[in-house]
């Protein structure tokens, strides 16, 4: 099994450019989620789902949109990039109740 | 709002020594997770506490859930260099299983 597979690794934006983070899980979790992780600073949640269909908001979800249209694939799409937005992007996956599991992360600068 | 504080914010120890992060709570927690972040790389989970008073071992770690679930702890016994990287504290809500990460202690351990 891959697990969660993120795509790309690494990514340099302009501001102002618009690009969607890749993320598919194998594992058949319904749970999805999207964290940012600033230097030296824990895991803040952005967007997560519940099933194929559902979103809804986390803690900072502002200037970012997500989309479930399957069980597998749950990306992430950021609109007009700020230097803000410059991070290192989790995806992961679980059952309700389990722990997660993370993909490799996509580091992104914007500049 | 629920706050958990975890400490310290870094540790460095001598291969060998003992290492304790802390999870501190103002309010009960349904459960406690804990991941560990090697440099470079992703969260991987380690473990979940669910009762109080809980307590489980995976070799050389020890986790405990405190009686009034307000608060935990990751003890690692005699630290190797392979121990490095940041530990994490994480806890969810009743709904859906969203997790709040603490900021996480940073682990240098010197050889």
């Known amino acids: 099994n891959a697990g969660v597979t993120q795509t790309p690794k690494f990514r340099i934006l302009k501001i102002g450019q618009s690009m969607t983070l890749q993320c598919t899980q194998d594992?058949?979790?319904?749970?999805m989620y999207w964290y940012r992780q600033d230097p030296g600073m824990g895991l803040k949640l952005i967007y997560y789902?519940?099933?194929?269909?559902i979103t809804d908001k986390g803690e900072v979800p502002n200037g970012y949109n997500v989309s479930r249209s399957t069980t597998e694939d749950f990306p992430l799409r950021l609109e007009l990039a700020a230097p803000s937005q410059t991070s290192v992007y989790f995806c992961?996956?679980?059952?309700w109740g389990e722990g997660y599991t993370f993909g490799s992360g996509t580091r992104l600068t914007v500049v | 709002g629920q706050q958990v504080m975890q400490i310290p914010q870094y540790q460095h120890v001598q291969e060998g020594e003992d290492f304790t992060t802390y999870c501190n709570s103002s309010t009960t927690l349904s459960n406690i997770q804990w991941y560990k972040q090697r440099p470079g790389g992703h969260p991987v989970f380690l473990i979940q506490l669910v009762k109080s008073g809980e307590v489980k071992k995976q070799k050389r770690l020890t986790f405990q859930f405190g009686e009034a679930k307000k608060n935990s702890s990751l003890h690692i016994t005699a630290t190797q260099t392979t121990d490095v990287g940041t530990y994490f504290c994480?806890?969810?809500?009743?709904?859906?299983?969203?997790?709040?990460f603490g900021q996480g202690t940073i682990l240098t351990v010197h050889p």
């Open positions: 994480a806890y969810g809500g009743t709904s859906y299983g969203k997790l709040t």
């Open positions: 594992m058949n979790h319904n749970y």
């Open positions: 992961a996956s679980s059952r």
């Open positions: 789902s519940v099933g194929a269909g």
